[in-house]
């Protein structure tokens, strides 16, 4: 069978995984899941009993949780390296490298900023620390990360791959949650400006606002949530 991605909205950092399956252009399906209820529902369990986004119903009809998890998945199986690189080759390490900061210290400085977002009860005081705090985090990941690029088009070389993937689904963050201008990071502002108009980037985007686009042809269509649950279900 194909394998079924299951992605989140809104803003879910799953859509990066969304256009690395189009670059890799192997068939594949969706299953769009409503992040602030669907998720939350004890039945989603099955699937991953942390309650989160992405899930990857791999071909064999297993879920599979995590992202970096779901990313060797897909890698493991680039024949064509199309969003990867020879595993032994310097290209491999960087992207890995890129791939592993971008998962852990980049995308948990922005933790902060979703708890005080979600808290159910007011407590100003507290959400504000948490705020500022995170606010201060995220800036100087991006401090790092910035320093980190070298200059090429994409993360690693000429071409999109699973590191860029991991990236644009967290990068629109910054704006998300009013952090600061991307223009304060030149490197990062061109490459994110490159991610907006690829063809496979928009295509993900558009679904995850509920439209349905034309993509390159590897999407077999959507499948819904409480089907993927019943049939793949733990």
């Known amino acids: 069978m194909e394998p079924i991605l299951l992605y989140g909205f809104p803003e879910g950092s799953s859509m990066g ?25 004890p039945s989603y369990a099955r ?9 990857l119903i ?3 009809g297993s879920p599979l949780t995590e992202t970096m998890a779901i990313a060797a998945w897909l890698e493991a199986r680039d024949r064509r390296r199309r969003i990867s690189f020879d595993p032994l080759s310097p290209e491999a390490d960087r992207m890995h490298q890129l791939m592993g900061y971008v998962n852990s210290g980049f995308t948990g ?17 507290y959400q504000e620390a948490l705020r500022r705090f995170g606010r201060e985090w995220v800036i100087e ?17 000429e ?14 963050w910054l704006d998300f ?4 201008d991307a223009q304060t990071w030149p490197r990062l502002a061109a490459w994110r400006e490159r991610m907006d108009a690829d063809p496979a980037v928009r295509f993900a985007k558009a679904l995850e606002s509920g439209e349905r686009p034309s993509g390159s ?18």
């Open 17 to 41: 995984l969304v256009a690395a399956l189009e670059w890799q252009g192997e068939p594949y399906r969706l299953c769009r899941v409503d992040m602030l209820g669907e998720m939350r529902d």
């Open 47 to 55: 699937l991953n009993a942390r309650h989160e986004t992405p899930v």
């Open 58 to 60: 791999t071909s064999d």
């Open 109 to 125: 400085a922005f933790a902060p900023l979703w708890t005080a977002l979600e808290m159910e009860t007011g407590e100003p005081a």
């Open 141 to 157: 990941r991006h401090d790092k990360l910035e320093a980190m690029l070298d200059g090429t088009t994409y993360l690693v070389g």
């Open 159 to 172: 071409r999109p791959t699973l590191a860029d993937a991991l990236l644009i689904g967290v990068a629109r």
């Open 177 to 180: 949650h009013q952090v600061a």
């Open 217 to 234: 042809g590897a999407c077999k269509g959507h499948v819904a949530l409480d089907e993927v649950i019943r049939e793949h279900g733990r």
